[in-house]
């Protein structure tokens, strides 16, 4: 442990004896400082034994002296020493005095004991001090690589809490908690989702700490209990990014009732480079699914879709032997920027997060500009990327979302093996509507179940619905007659003189000459079904403006 005042005061050779402050031994000694300043703190960092003869000092005056000591303490010096048979065979009583009341302790240095021996004292405790952290850092890392060779992250992060006598957990690209240790830390982890989001969007390497000093308070469960066997005061959390690259792939969260101490922190930093290097290794193994995914896939749009199985065996067979949805999706922003797909890691992320927590099989394959996903239908996955697309749609409406982060998506219903190239155009098709209508997400069974009547607000539709009526309008706004209204009521009572006569409140005749003048102006003539049809729709789309 490092140098005490006390571990001073018992230092045979030493022999020193405290005249003052004698309950604030336990403190801790940075160093030792040797200055006849009168005033030396402006050379003081804190945590100083300060190391004086009172050459320069009138250190019988008691208002002298109560401003000195009061300086020193102010400073952070931790203790004073005073050596005795150069300036003053004693103590003076003033400086004991000041010394009793600002509560700083006050060390006799005998005349025989050089200042320099109280040094190397001190030196060496710290020395020592390190060298047992370097120690005992090097031990940690030892245990904790023999822990994730045996029983991978959980391994480590329970070797990592009996370290650092607290806790650890581990949480995914998504946020989630995916193992914690002791049992009852990953409760008191699922309470940090909010910080691990904040950091997450913070580039990697970063760092934060929550609770304790200079942290933010996390939140606390209502009406949640400690566990019978979570230490006392365990509120100070470090999080960490895990990641070689710009994004995060993983957070680690420490906690503990007080700041790490150096071997501590020598086995938080080992964690950090082991879960690094294995997620690293885990990348380049998902470089090699994703390239037999790409090989998958293309087999299944080809219209293979037993060659398809062949190839995916274990690793994509599941996800096959059931329905699944293709997922197509891509960056809001056609302009190129870096990387067309680094605003799509997000939804990556969250998805190969939630199937890996469940046990399901997702295939994700880049395609140019653009992702395709196959994933089970009504599996994890799939729910998990309609929540993200929510959350970013709410972020988009609520002016949150940066342009770096947008993307459209097209979900297709549910298909098999044989029909996945079918599925890939709905996905395709619903991506369309995604982005003519600013969406996030577009399901194509929503397309399938809603109306025709919101695709009439395309702009090229609204156009040819203007030119066709056109004619029509001009002449009501002749004055010669109500044609728009008669066509409309006409058509909607399918043709029905009378019906169509009553609600417009004219004579079935004259809304015979009408529909006559309607044929005449527009050269077609309204028993063509087509044209009645184009007409209804003409009708709808500008009744929509």
């Known amino acids: 442990m490092a140098p005490t005042l006390a571990s001073l005061v018992h230092h045979s050779a030493l022999k020193l004896t405290v005249r003052a402050g004698g309950d604030r031994l336990d403190v801790p000694v940075r160093w030792a400082h040797v200055s006849e300043l009168a005033d030396p703190v402006p050379y003081m960092e804190g945590g100083e034994l300060l190391l004086i003869t009172a050459l320069k000092l009138d250190a019988e005056d008691p208002q002298a002296m109560r401003r000195y000591v009061r300086r020193l303490a102010r400073a952070g010096v931790v203790g004073l020493g005073f050596a005795v048979g150069v300036a003053y065979d004693e103590i003076p009583k003033a400086l004991v005095d000041a010394a009793e009341k600002e509560g700083l302790p006050l060390l006799e240095v005998p005349r025989r004991t050089p200042f320099l021996a109280i040094s190397k004292a001190v030196s060496a405790a710290i020395a020592a001090d390190q060298y047992r952290a370097v120690t005992a850092g090097f031990a940690a890392q030892r245990e904790l690589t023999k822990q994730a060779l045996a029983a991978g992250p959980e391994g480590l992060l329970s070797a990592l809490a009996s370290q650092v006598d607290g806790w650890a957990?581990?949480?995914?690209?998504s946020g989630s908690v995916v193992a914690a240790a002791p049992e009852w830390a990953g409760r008191r982890a699922a309470r940090l989702t909010a910080e691990v989001e904040r950091l997450r969007e913070r580039p990697t390497p970063a760092s934060a700490v929550v609770g304790g000093p200079g942290g933010s308070a996390p939140a606390q469960g209502a009406g949640e209990a400690k566990p019978a066997d979570a230490p006392e005061n365990a509120d100070r959390v470090?999080?960490?990014?895990?990641?070689?690259?710009?994004?995060?792939r993983a957070t680690l969260a420490v906690g503990t009732a007080a700041a790490l101490?150096?071997?501590?922190?020598?086995?938080?930093?080992?964690?950090?480079?082991?879960?690094?290097?294995?997620?690293?290794?885990?990348r380049s193994l998902q470089a090699?699914?994703?390239?037999?995914?790409?090989?998958?896939?293309?087999?299944l749009l080809a219209g293979e879709p037993d060659h398809a199985r062949a190839v995916a065996g274990d690793l994509y067979g599941e996800l096959l032997d059931a329905p699944f949805r293709v997922l197509v999706a891509e960056p809001a922003s056609t302009k190129p920027a870096g990387d067309p797909l680094a605003g799509l890691a997000g939804l990556v992320d969250v998805a190969e997060s939630a199937a890996a927590r469940s046990g399901e099989a997702v295939l994700v394959v880049p395609e140019g500009g653009r992702l395709v996903a196959l994933a089970a239908d009504g599996g994890a996955a799939v729910a998990a990327c309609t929540r993200y697309a929510a959350a970013r749609e709410g972020k988009r409406t609520s002016g949150g979302d940066g342009d770096e982060d947008a993307m459209v998506v097209g979900l297709s219903a549910p298909a098999?093996?044989?029909?996945?190239?079918?599925?890939?155009?709905?996905?395709?098709?619903a991506l369309s509507v995604a982005r003519r209508r600013g969406r996030v997400l577009v399901e194509h069974e929503q397309l399938a179940a809603g109306s025709v009547l919101p695709l009439l607000a395309d702009d090229a539709v609204k156009a040819f619905a203007d030119g066709l009526l056109r004619a029509l309008r001009e002449h009501d706004a002749n004055g010669r007659g109500d044609l728009v209204a008669s066509l409309r009521a006409w058509l909607s009572r399918h043709g029905q003189w009378d019906a169509a006569a009553a609600d417009l409140g004219v004579h079935r005749h004259t809304l015979r000459y009408r529909m006559r003048r309607v044929e005449e102006i527009l050269g077609r003539s309204l028993d063509d079904p087509d044209a009645r049809m184009e007409l209804w729709l003409a009708l709808k789309a500008t009744s929509t403006e």
Do not use: C, F
């Open 169 to 173: 957990a581990l949480y995914d690209a």
């Open 238 to 248: 470090e999080l960490h990014s895990l990641g070689a690259g710009r994004r995060p």
């Open 261 to 282: 101490g150096t071997a501590e922190r020598y086995a938080v930093h080992s964690a950090i480079a082991l879960l690094t290097l294995t997620m690293e290794r885990s």
């Open 288 to 299: 090699a699914e994703q390239r037999l995914g790409a090989a998958v896939l293309r087999m």
């Open 416 to 429: 098999g093996p044989i029909a996945a190239a079918a599925a890939y155009k709905q996905a395709e098709q």
